[in-house]
């Protein structure tokens, strides 16, 4: 039998576009209250106007999750206005393309410190709140490319393999404590990231939907505490 998530307090990093945007909407369905939190306040506020109507908390936090005092004080927030946490989506990332002669330190750093700091930063301040429950669900956004690395990504790549080895690490060590690490690696969705100002170009029939994996992340949200999916991988059917 499945579990039912309405009334869970979930925080999704990178709630306001692409992946985590769609995720906010398919959870508030769900009856899950929402702390969203990523730069852009105004990008936050009109997901969380979307999301009027659903009967359920969203609180919002513009934080630089490459910064561990602006985490801390936005997870604080969240804390007090929300309640702490009961599932952490780990969804914030940038992405930055270039062969790797051609890319500044400052480049292929800053992808480092978003991508695999960030996911420190929301980790270390989130996860005592699933400890204290001795319960909890992380889902950790990696990508294909953290599976299989492709020319001209070796920021992007090298940051999404480390989120690999981080999530594999503490699965084994937090599932004693009926914590489950889900670690998703999708191919290509029809995001920002991904398209850039190439966005509305997006075929709908053959590239992947930011829905799609919202809805993907419900449905494993949804297991049985018994049994979780440590890591999938999410790919179009045809994009040919
Ligand atoms: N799209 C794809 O093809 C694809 C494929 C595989 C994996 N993924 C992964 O899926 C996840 C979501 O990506 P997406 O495609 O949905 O991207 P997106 O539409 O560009 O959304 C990225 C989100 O992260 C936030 N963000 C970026 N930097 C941040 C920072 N320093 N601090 C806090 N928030 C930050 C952005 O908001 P602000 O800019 O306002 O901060 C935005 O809400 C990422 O982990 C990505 O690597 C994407």
């Known amino acids: 039998m499945s579990q039912d998530i309405r009334g869970k307090i979930a ?37 969380q ?8 908390s969203v609180v919002t936090c513009s934080a630089d999750i490459s910064k561990h005092d602006q985490v801390k004080s936005a997870v604080q927030t969240l804390e007090q206005q929300l309640g702490k946490a009961d599932i952490l989506i780990n969804n914030a990332a ?27 930063h929301m980790l270390k ?58 670690t998703m690696t999708p191919s290509l969705v029809a995001t920002e990231l991904a398209f850039g100002d190439e966005l509305e170009e997006k075929n709908e029939d053959k590239f992947m939907q930011p829905e799609d994996i919202a809805e993907y992340i419900a449905a494993q949200l949804k297991l049985n505490q018994r049994i979780f999916i440590k890591q999938s991988a999410q790919w179009a059917t045809n994009p040919f």
Request: aromatic fraction near 8%; glycine fraction near 10%; charged fraction near 25%.
């Open 11 to 47: 925080y999704i990093t990178g709630g306001s576009s692409g992946i985590g945007k769609a995720t906010a909407r398919q959870l508030a369905k769900e009856g899950v209250h929402l702390g969203l939190i990523a730069r852009n306040q105004e990008k936050l506020e009109n997901v």
């Open 94 to 120: 940038i992405s930055d393309y270039g062969n790797f002669q051609d890319m500044d330190e400052e480049v292929w750093k800053h992808i480092f410190e978003v991508n695999v700091f960030g996911t420190y």
């Open 49 to 56: 106007k979307g999301l009027e109507n659903e009967g359920i």
């Open 125 to 182: 301040e989130v996860l005592p709140h699933l400890v204290s429950k001795q319960k909890g669900d992380i889902i950790n956004i990696s990508s294909s490319n953290g599976l299989k690395a492709t020319a001209g990504s070796t920021a992007y790549s090298a940051s999404k393999f480390a989120i690999q080895g981080m999530s594999e690490a503490l699965m084994q060590e937090v599932r004693r404590e009926n914590i489950r690490v889900f």
